[in-house]
């Protein structure tokens, strides 16, 4: 995720055309903080999509990655994973011996609680 005051930035076509990285999709947040951003964008193949919230725009970039069958940048992969398998239970998808023992800890808890 990427995040720059909004004065710095005057151009955001620009700013996106000039990236590095290619077509990994991403999160750009513009102004404000994370908590509170002004303006959110899911990033991909430079094209810009702009969203209404940053949960949108974390939402549509999991997604994208998954649809295409991308793998994750390695410095957000755990969290990418974690959301995947964790929060949205993608079926049939486990890259990490950690999140599996992880699923099968919060099945166990789940059904011991029953």
């Not at 700013?15 to 999160?27: E, L, W």
């Not at 939402?59 to 969290?79: E, N, R, T």
Request: aromatic letters at 10%; glycine letters at 6%.
């Amino acid at each position: 995720m990427k995040h720059h005051q909004s004065e710095e930035i005057t151009d955001l076509e620009h700013c996106v055309a000039n990236t590095q990285g290619g077509s990994q999709p991403y999160v750009l947040v513009l102004g404000g903080s994370i908590a509170n951003p002004q303006q959110v964008f899911t990033i991909v193949e430079k094209t810009i999509l702009p969203q209404n919230s940053l949960l949108k725009a974390v939402d549509i970039c999991l997604k994208l990655v998954y649809v295409f069958d991308i793998h994750y940048q390695p410095k957000c992969s755990g969290a990418w994973q974690f959301l995947e398998n964790v929060v949205y239970e993608f079926k049939g998808v486990v890259r990490s011996n950690l999140l599996r023992d992880f699923r099968a800890y919060m099945a166990f808890k789940d059904s011991a609680m029953c």
